[in-house]
C-alpha cells in the first residue's frame, strides 16, 4: 500500500493468545466466542502485527511485537508461536534485516508491544534494532516506570530500559507530527499516553488503532477488555476515532487481530461496523 511518499507493509512477528474474558470484559462469553473462539484454556488467538513504513529515507517500524526474551513459562501461558511469522522472516521478504529500521515508534510499553525492541544475548539486553531511535510518549514513560498495580505485570523494564542506556529514547510530549505526514493521535484510556500512528497524504489515511481498538470485534463501542486502565476514557476516544474514521473514509489497522490486518467502516442502525477489508 502506498500513502503519499511512503510504502506501508504490515510485518507480522508472531501469535498469542490472551483469555477471552479479559479482552472483552463485561461482555457475556456466547457474544465474543461467535467472533473469536477459545481454545479449552478460554484463551483467545491474538496477532502481533507491527508496520513497516519506508520512504522519505526512513525504514519506520511501529511497535516491535513481543519479542524474544519470555520464558518457557510465559510462552505457554500466553501460547507464544513464532514458528509460523516472525520478525526476522517477516522483515526479510522486503530485504530488510533489524540493523536497517531507522526508527521505531512505540505505541505503548506493555510486554506484547514492545517485548521485540530488546533482545537477550550472553545475559546481557541488547537493542533489537541497533541503529534506530525509538519513540515513547513521555507520559506513559513516566507511568512505565511507576505502573499502577493493575498493570505492572504489562511491563518488562528490560524492554526499555536498554533503550534509555544506549540513548535511543526520544520522548515525545503531546501530539507531535513525528515525520512528515507522519502523526499521532493520543489515547488514555487503555494506558496514560498511548499514541496512535497516524499515516496520511490528505487523500489516504491509515491510522495504526494499537490497543485503544485491539481487533475488528471491538469496534463495537463496549467490547473493551479488562486490561484498560480508564474504561469509559477508551470509550470516548473510540467513539472519537471512529467517528473520524468513518467520515474520512481512514483504513483502520488492528495490531491483534488474527486474520484482519485492515479495515474501512461504515455507521449502520446497531454502531459502526466492517464496510470492507482492506489488503495491502
Ligand atoms: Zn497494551
Same mark, same amino acid.
Given at each position: 500500500?502506498?500513502?503519499?511518499?511512503?510504502?506501508?507493509?504490515?510485518?507480522?512477528?508472531?501469535?498469542?493468545?490472551?483469555?477471552?474474558?479479559?479482552?472483552?470484559?463485561?461482555?457475556?462469553?456466547?457474544?465474543?466466542?461467535?467472533?473469536?473462539?477459545?481454545?479449552?484454556?478460554?484463551?483467545?488467538?491474538?496477532?502481533?502485527?507491527?508496520?513497516?513504513?519506508?520512504?522519505?529515507?526512513?525504514?519506520? %517500524?511501529?511497535?516491535?511485537?513481543?519479542?524474544?526474551?519470555?520464558?518457557?513459562?510465559?510462552?505457554?501461558?500466553?501460547?507464544?508461536?513464532?514458528?509460523?511469522?516472525? %520478525?526476522?522472516? *517477516?522483515?526479510?521478504?522486503?530485504?530488510?534485516?533489524?540493523?536497517?529500521?531507522?526508527?521505531?515508534?512505540?505505541? =505503548?510499553?506493555?510486554?506484547?508491544?514492545?517485548?521485540?525492541?530488546?533482545?537477550?544475548?550472553?545475559?546481557?539486553?541488547?537493542?533489537?534494532?541497533?541503529?534506530?531511535?525509538?519513540?515513547?510518549?513521555?507520559?506513559?514513560?513516566?507511568?512505565?516506570?511507576?505502573?499502577?498495580?493493575?498493570?505492572?505485570? *504489562?511491563?518488562?523494564?528490560?524492554?526499555?530500559?536498554?533503550?534509555?542506556?544506549?540513548?535511543?529514547?526520544?520522548?515525545?510530549?503531546?501530539?507531535?507530527?513525528?515525520?512528515?505526514?507522519?502523526?499521532?493521535?493520543?489515547?488514555?484510556? =487503555?494506558?496514560?499516553?498511548?499514541? %496512535?500512528?497516524?499515516?496520511?497524504?490528505?487523500?489516504?489515511?491509515?491510522?495504526?488503532?494499537?490497543?485503544?481498538?485491539?481487533?475488528?470485534?471491538?469496534?463495537?463501542?463496549?467490547?473493551?477488555?479488562?486490561?484498560?486502565?480508564?474504561?469509559?476514557?477508551?470509550?470516548?476516544?473510540?467513539?472519537? %476515532?471512529?467517528?473520524?474514521?468513518?467520515?474520512?473514509?481512514?483504513?483502520?489497522?488492528?495490531?491483534?487481530?488474527?486474520?484482519?490486518?485492515?479495515?474501512?467502516?461504515?455507521?449502520?442502525?446497531?454502531?459502526?461496523?466492517?464496510?470492507?477489508?482492506?489488503?495491502?
Amino acid at each position: 500500500m502506498k500513502i503519499g511518499q511512503y510504502e506501508l507493509h504490515p510485518i507480522d512477528t508472531g501469535r498469542f493468545a490472551l483469555d477471552g474474558g479479559a479482552m472483552f470484559n463485561i461482555v457475556p462469553k456466547s457474544l465474543w466466542s461467535k467472533l473469536n473462539p477459545p481454545d479449552d484454556e478460554n484463551r483467545i488467538e491474538m496477532a502481533l502485527r507491527t508496520l513497516l513504513i519506508m520512504g522519505n529515507k526512513r525504514k519506520i %517500524l511501529v511497535d516491535t511485537g513481543i519479542g524474544t526474551k519470555f520464558s518457557e513459562k510465559y510462552k505457554k501461558i500466553y501460547k507464544i508461536d513464532q514458528s509460523k511469522y516472525n %520478525l526476522a522472516s *517477516s522483515l526479510k521478504e522486503y530485504d530488510l534485516e533489524t540493523k536497517d529500521i531507522t526508527d521505531v515508534i512505540l505505541t =505503548h510499553l506493555h510486554l506484547d508491544h514492545a517485548g521485540g525492541a530488546t533482545y537477550k544475548e550472553d545475559d546481557k539486553h541488547k537493542l533489537a534494532f541497533p541503529n534506530a531511535v525509538y519513540y515513547v510518549q513521555k507520559k506513559h514513560y513516566e507511568w512505565a516506570l511507576e505502573p499502577s498495580e493493575k498493570d505492572k505485570g *504489562s511491563f518488562i523494564r528490560e524492554d526499555f530500559k536498554p533503550i534509555v542506556e544506549e540513548g535511543k529514547l526520544r520522548l515525545v510530549d503531546g501530539y507531535t507530527v513525528i515525520f512528515p505526514n507522519i502523526d499521532v493521535i493520543l489515547s488514555d484510556g =487503555h494506558t496514560p499516553g498511548l499514541q %496512535l500512528v497516524k499515516v496520511s497524504d490528505g487523500k489516504d489515511t491509515l491510522v495504526y488503532c494499537s490497543d485503544l481498538i485491539s481487533t475488528t470485534s471491538h469496534i463495537r463501542i463496549p467490547y473493551i477488555a479488562g486490561y484498560d486502565i480508564y474504561p469509559l476514557t477508551t470509550i470516548e476516544e473510540k467513539e472519537k %476515532l471512529l467517528t473520524r474514521a468513518c467520515s474520512g473514509d481512514w483504513i483502520l489497522f488492528f495490531e491483534h487481530d488474527p486474520s484482519t490486518e485492515a479495515v474501512k467502516i461504515k455507521e449502520t442502525e446497531n454502531g459502526y461496523a466492517v464496510n470492507e477489508k482492506v489488503s495491502f
